[in-house]
């Protein structure tokens, strides 16, 4: 099995409800709310990247996210939280779309102690994080800003979703320079 048909199957599941609902303009239910009280409803995701540089030219000018103002972390505060071994951290922000609800991405590397690289063939290659899953107006759109910036579409992608999904919505998977999965999901015309 290809890796595209591999990752659509593993993530249709995950954002079926995510789609229909975004599609349909549906708010989450009272049952669907957390009960454990959180102040917000994004995730902010934290990712260590070898070449910084390299990795905020791909999200933001391949991908479409904007910069915003960053912030370090001192040694002691991230032995304190378990960040790191006493390595600081100079975090560069990233962010689709405005307002407070906005997901973030934060970029982070370590030049005195890279970290590993993980086998990444495949999304169950290795545990953790595995992609990220960004919702577009318009994959054909998104297709020739990546192609702009020499970003190639991986395996058979972009590819409709199956039936019984929401018609005429694809979805399409890049790696970034890192090799990270990132798909992208959005209307499209083949």
């Known amino acids: 099995m290809c890796c595209g048909a591999m990752v659509l199957g593993a993530t249709s599941a995950s ?14 239910t009272a049952s669907e709310k957390s009960v454990a009280g959180f102040s917000s409803e994004t995730i902010d995701v934290g990712l260590c990247v070898s070449n910084i540089d390299a990795s905020i030219d791909f999200y933001t000018k391949a991908i479409g996210f904007k910069e915003l103002p960053g912030f370090g972390v ?7 939280t378990g960040l790191s071994d006493g390595q600081p951290l100079d975090v560069r922000v990233l962010t ?12 982070m590397q370590f030049p ?12 169950q290659s290795s545990y953790g994080i595995r992609y990220l899953t960004i919702h577009v107006n ?11 910036q020499k970003v ?16 005429g919505i ?15 999901v959005g209307p499209y015309q083949p």
């Open 74 to 80: 001192n040694g002691e505060y991230a032995i304190d």
């Open 138 to 148: 318009d994959v054909n759109a998104a297709l020739e800003t990546l192609k702009s």
């Open 152 to 167: 190639k579409p991986i395996a058979k992608t972009p590819l409709l979703l199956p039936k019984g999904f929401p018609e």
């Open 96 to 107: 689709l779309g405005d307002g407070p609800g906005a997901t973030k991405l934060k970029l």
């Open 170 to 184: 694809a979805l399409c998977n890049v790696r970034d320079p890192d090799g990270n999965l990132v798909e992208l």
């Open 112 to 123: 005195k102690a890279p970290g590993a690289r993980v086998d990444q063939s495949y999304i």
């Open 15 to 28: 954002f079926v409800s995510l789609a229909r609902a975004a599609l349909d303009g549906e708010k989450p």
